[in-house]
Nanobody
Framework: QVQLVESGGGLVHAGESLTVSCAASGSRLTVNVMGWHRQAPGKERELVADITRAGSAKYADSVKGRFTISRDNAKNTVYLHMSGLKADDTAVYYC??????????????????WGQGTQVTVSS
């Protein structure tokens, strides 16, 4: 089974920086696009950024120029460096991985896998 474990969330003041990380693991795991979503109180979950294995990244307009997504393919790990944080960035941040794994009978399992989320709180 595929597991995604996030780390690095916390409480910061507006204008400060924070980096969250997510490592994907699983038997015979092939990870394609990885990304970050977030959900703020009273709002729908939204895509923040994603990145291909080759390093091509996309960002939501609200974070472009402030956030940087990166990954380490050897470690199946994705990072989100957040700078110039605002109160509106407060949310639970969820890691995603579009991946192929395998069942015990060798049948492939393809899907988008989600981490449990890490809280980022920005105080103003």
């Amino acid at each position: 089974q595929v597991q995604l474990v996030e780390s690095g969330g916390g409480l910061v003041h507006a204008g400060e920086s924070l980096t969250v990380s997510c490592a994907a693991s699983g038997s015979r795991l092939t990870v394609n696009v990885m990304g970050w979503h977030r959900q703020a109180p009273g709002k729908e979950r939204e895509l923040v950024a994603d990145i291909t294995r080759a390093g091509s990244a996309k960002y939501a307009d609200s974070v472009k120029g402030r956030f940087t997504i990166s990954r380490d393919n050897a470690k199946n790990t994705v990072y989100l460096h957040m700078s110039g944080l605002k109160a509106d960035d407060t949310a639970v941040y969820y890691c995603t991985a579009d991946a192929i794994s395998y069942n015990p009978d060798d049948s492939p399992v393809v899907g988008r896998y989600w981490g449990q989320g890490t809280q980022v709180t920005v105080s103003s």
